[in-house]
């Protein structure tokens, strides 16, 4: 699919009207995402957006949020392979969108990449290797714990979140075990498909976090089904394959990128200007609104 295909550029269209949700949500199934371009977004319009096309609206307790529905990305300025979004965790958003209010002039472009292309030109023997769950291990901090917990079950006080109310949240998700450890955190083991069919299209797609970052979080480990964890060797040659089918946003101000991400992983090219000459927001929404 080329780039083209899927931006929506209100100052080169017939159309003199922004993009309907109606025209976003068959565009997101069809093709996985959709970047809308001159159609005068702020943060508060783009937060308003998602709240239409989401049936609710999800966070990331790690990132600091600037209105109530959208979250400054600030994962600092080196290149981010590619991923999709809180995939190591039990309820990964169904769609995500960016609003990039200020844009890098050098650099920062986000990639991103069909998990249903990567899938299909995997060979048999990596879809077969893939075709159970993987298991992510990794060490979560008590105030990380608390904060997704407080998400998840809408507690006010993320302080209040108790050791109880984690193990109610394990029970409820199957796939999901904790041990205790150190300085009241945990050893945080899931269960995740690595190929994933629970996109808005229904296909196949290779798309998970093994080539992704872990900026706010511990790296994690991803073991096969026999106990084995993935090789170095394979990581580097799954970004290799994912890299052959990677386009860029370049991005420009006030531009809305919204993706399927459970079909479609993302990441960035470094960023060659200060920080503070960048400004992107994320939004993340479970199921699509089929009323708005």
């Not at 990305?73 to 965790?89: K, P, R, W």
């Not at 994933?196 to 511990?218: C, E, M, W």
């Not at 090219?269 to 960048?278: F, H, M, Y």
């Amino acid at each position: 699919m080329n780039i083209e295909q899927s931006v929506f550029d209100l100052e080169h269209s017939d159309s003199y009207s922004p993009s309907s949700h109606a025209e976003i949500k068959n565009t997101l199934r069809e093709q996985g995402w959709i970047l809308l371009r001159h159609e005068h977004y702020d943060v508060h319009r783009f937060s308003e957006l998602m709240t239409a096309l989401c049936q609710k609206l999800t966070y990331d307790p790690a990132r600091e949020n600037i209105t109530q529905q959208s979250q400054k990305v600030d994962a600092g300025t080196q290149a981010v392979g590619l991923h999709i979004e809180n995939g190591s965790t039990p309820l990964p958003p169904d769609i995500i969108a960016f609003f990039s209010e200020v844009s890098a002039s050098q650099g920062s472009q986000t990639t991103v990449c069909d998990g249903h292309v990567v899938w299909k030109n995997l060979s048999e023997p990596l879809k077969q290797k893939f075709a159970a769950p993987m298991t992510i291990s990794r060490y979560l901090p008590k105030q990380i714990w608390q904060k997704y917990v407080a998400t998840a079950f809408n507690i006010a006080e993320v302080d209040s979140v108790t050791w109880e109310d984690l193990n109610k949240f394990i029970r409820m998700i199957p796939g999901q075990t904790i041990t205790p450890s150190h300085d009241q955190g945990v050893e945080y083991h899931l269960q995740m498909n690595m190929i994933r069919h629970d996109n808005l299209k229904g296909v196949p797609a290779f798309a998970n976090t093994i080539l992704g970052p872990s900026y706010n979080y511990q790296k994690p480990k991803f073991t096969f089904a026999d106990g084995r964890e993935i090789s170095q060797e394979l990581i580097t040659e799954l970004a290799e394959l994912c890299e052959q089918h990677t386009q860029e946003i370049e991005w420009q101000d006030g531009d809305v990128a919204i993706i399927d991400n459970k079909r479609f992983m993302h990441g960035r090219r470094e960023i060659l200007v200060p920080l503070e000459q960048r400004k992107l927001y994320i939004s993340m929404g479970l199921g699509l609104n089929e009323t708005s």
